[in-house]
């Protein structure tokens, strides 16, 4: 089931943020295996990031295997954050305006 991830941090900055996706990047691919795409920026006071994944096991994973411990090497915690998830019925992309 394709699920897509709201995350709201109102304790993180986009500073905060670019140093969380560094960390990410050594320990692998961004976004990473089972995730469809990654959106971030600044929404209602706090740092949103919405995530589409191509199920909640993959999500799950790579929170406990590569987030968590990226969060820890910046110095930072979800701990503030607010989540939520919905099942995707539809992804649509189109193509470039040229």
């Given at each position: 089931m394709t699920t897509c991830l709201i995350v709201d941090n109102a304790d993180e900055t986009r500073e905060q943020f670019e140093r969380v996706m560094e960390h990410l990047a050594e320990s692998g691919p961004v976004p990473p295996a089972g995730a469809k795409v990654l959106i971030a920026g600044p929404a209602d006071g706090a740092w949103r990031v919405i995530s589409v994944w191509d199920s909640p096991d993959a999500m799950q994973r790579f929170f406990g295997e590569?987030?968590?411990?990226?969060?820890?090497?910046?110095?930072?915690?979800?701990?503030?954050?607010?989540?939520?998830?919905?099942?995707?019925?539809?992804?649509?992309?189109g193509g470039e305006a040229g």
């Open positions: 590569r987030l968590a411990p990226a969060y820890g090497k910046a110095g930072l915690s979800l701990d503030g954050a607010s989540r939520s998830t919905f099942e995707v019925h539809t992804v649509a992309q």
